[in-house]
């Protein structure tokens, strides 16, 4: 079943909402990563994953079968998710419900920042945004469906039952 615009927009919303860590430390982001690969694996896909905390790079793997240009996609997710503090997907389906452009209305480089699937912002509750989680190797709304997925379970969401 095809979603409209409109409820895409509200499941984004509602994932982000709900998908919120009590708090978020380095081994926080190794458990998150692993989680990453392990159901990347069991679904027989190679990706490249990247968590950022306050700016700082505190897990990469690139899984065999993956190259530079899964980092450079990452790179750019992951800058999309911190400027808008939403996750890239979000931020590419609210560009095209309004009619914005990436360039004219927001002044982002396509060059810089990737409004499509793949990042995702890591929200601490009752603090925010700290940092984003990033993959590439799949079509871009499975890569987000899979940092969905491994946020789900690390924190123990049924987010279907939720939605």
């Known amino acids: 079943m095809e979603q409209t615009i ?3 927009l509200a499941r984004r919303e509602r994932e982000e909402a709900l998908l919120r860590f009590p708090a978020f430390s380095y081994e926080d982001a190794l458990n ?3 989680k990453i690969i392990e159901l990347a694996k069991a ?4 990706v490249a994953v990247d968590i950022t905390v306050n700016q700082t790079q505190v897990f990469h793997y690139a899984m065999p079968g993956t190259n530079r240009r899964n980092a450079m996609w ?5 800058n999309m998710v911190q400027t808008s503090q939403i996750s890239s997907l979000h931020a590419g389906q ?3 419900s309004t009619g914005k452009d990436l360039w004219k209305d927001w002044r982002l480089d396509e060059a810089d ?4 699937g793949g990042g995702f912002p890591i929200i601490v509750a009752g603090t925010g945004v700290v940092g984003a989680v990033a993959c590439s190797g799949l079509p871009h ?5 899979l940092l969905v997925d491994a946020i789900c379970q690390i924190l ?3 987010l279907e039952a939720e939605m």
């Open 74 to 78: 990452i790179q750019r997710k992951e």
């Open 141 to 145: 709304e499975m890569d987000h469906q």
């Open 94 to 96: 609210y560009l095209a």
């Open 32 to 34: 998150l990563g692993l």
């Open 113 to 116: 920042y990737a409004a499509i």
């Open 6 to 8: 409109k409820e895409a």
């Open 43 to 46: 679904r027989e896909a190679a």
């Open 156 to 158: 123990g969401v049924d």
